[in-house]
């Protein structure tokens, strides 16, 4: 390990919060994907008619978590408790349900929507989006892009400077 510090590989490692956020992102938006697919699965298993092509209109929809998610701090997420990811998670998701029924009534394509494969929906996404996270986490988090940089005011001339290189001991 000391020669590739001296070498200068370990240096140039820093963290990449963009890409942080992008992979939180993209896992956020798979586990939508995931908890949609097998609801509405479920509802076909069940008897229920499902119109493929009327949920596929929906698709662009599910944009609104993201931003969601965004506006309630969730990306990168990094240096929250794990409590307040998961309240602040659970609260945009249940937000952006919302905001999706509340466009189905006032539409007036409510009715074509499956009520139960709607709320199915919303469990599992609840269930998979911190699920999701929480894989990215034991996947990438000793990867060297993972994490931000942070600064610390130190009483010296220079300020000293890191990066969060550790995973949090909750990852």
């Known amino acids: ?9 370990l240096a140039k490692a820093r963290p990449l919060p963009s890409l942080t956020a992008l992979a939180l992102l993209l896992a956020d938006l798979l586990a939508l994907l995931l908890a949609w697919g097998l609801a509405l699965l479920f509802r076909a298993a069940t008897g229920g008619s499902i119109d493929p092509l009327l949920y596929l209109r929906l698709l662009p929809a599910l944009l609104v978590f993201p931003l969601l998610f965004g506006a309630f701090g969730l990306y990168p997420a990094l240096g929250l408790h794990p ?19 509340t466009g189905a009534f006032l539409s ?11 709320l199915l929906a919303f469990a599992l996404a609840l269930l998979f989006l911190p699920l999701g996270r929480a894989l990215l986490r034991h996947l990438f988090a000793r990867k060297a892009w993972w994490g931000a940089g942070w600064w610390w005011p130190g009483r010296a001339r220079r300020p000293w400077r890191g990066s969060f290189r550790r995973p949090p001991s909750w990852a």
Do not use: D, H
């Not at 390990?1 to 590989?9: D, E, N, Y």
């Not at 409590?83 to 029924?101: I, K, P």
């Open 108 to 118: 007036k394509s409510g009715p074509l929507y499956s009520r139960l494969s709607f």
């Open 83 to 101: 409590a307040q990811e998961l309240r602040r998670l659970a609260t945009a998701t249940a937000l952006g349900f919302l905001l999706l029924a």
């Open 1 to 9: 390990m000391g020669t590739l510090w001296k070498r200068g590989a």
